[in-house]
Structure formats: C-alpha cells, structure tokens
C-alpha cells in the first residue's frame, strides 16, 4: 500500500471513532442546576416595610435553604427545607417600631455551606 492509501484509511478511522463517540456518549446538557433568588422586593406600608422574594432549587433533591435577617443589629435566622425543583417564598414584615438605624440586611445559604447564595442590605428611611 502507498503511504497516501494508508493515511486515508487512517482518517477515515479516526473520523469514524469521532462521529459514534457525538452518537453514543451521553449529551451533558440542560440548564445548570444551582439555587437562585427571584422576585426580591421591597415594599413601603403604612406601619412599615415588607421583604419579600422566593428561593428556587433547580437541583434534583431537597435542599436545607438558611436565611440570616438583621434589622440594625438585631439578627434572626430560619431555615427552610425546600423540595427538589420546589420554591420557597420569605416574607417578612419589619414595623417602623423595630428600626432605628434603618439598616435591613439578609444572607441566604445553602444548606448552612459558604459562599452564599444571596447577600442584600436595604437602608430605610
């Protein structure tokens, strides 16, 4: 065979290794799977404010979601758990009575593991 027979058929395997493994191996894909915040809002009432917004878990299990609040100072923690694909809406009413400086800020993390998810600080006035 000449040299020019040989490395054609040589192509032609590599070529045919390259297209089964595009047919045959699994296709990563799909949309990350990470936590999100959507919806944040701050809303002014008569008797105060309003925080409000949803934790999402895109992931395929449970997750363990935990929220750290401080208004001026004053710290408050939940934790939620919230299903696979589930959401989870935080609502928090903070009267004009709790405020002094007007610093509202909240971390949000996922199952209690730095970093965090969310991290936000609002001043009222």
């Given at each position: 065979m000449s040299k020019s027979k040989v490395l054609l058929a040589l192509s032609l395997v590599i070529l045919g290794v390259l297209l089964a493994g595009i047919f045959l191996?699994?296709?990563a894909g799909g949309e990350p799977k990470y936590s999100v915040v959507q919806r944040e809002s701050l809303?002014?009432?008569r008797n105060g404010w309003i925080i409000q917004f949803d934790i999402v878990n895109q992931e395929d299990q449970d997750k363990d979601y935990?929220?750290?609040l401080s208004v001026d100072g004053?710290?408050?923690t939940i934790t939620v758990s919230i299903r696979?694909?589930?959401v989870f809406t935080y609502i928090r009413?903070?009267?004009k009575d709790q405020v002094t400086k007007g610093e509202v800020s909240f971390t949000i993390y996922?199952?209690?593991e730095a970093p965090y998810v969310k991290k936000?600080?609002?001043y009222l006035q």
């Open positions: 191996l699994p296709i809303l002014q009432t935990t929220v750290n004053k710290q408050s696979a694909r589930g009413h903070i009267y996922k199952g209690g936000a600080t609002y």
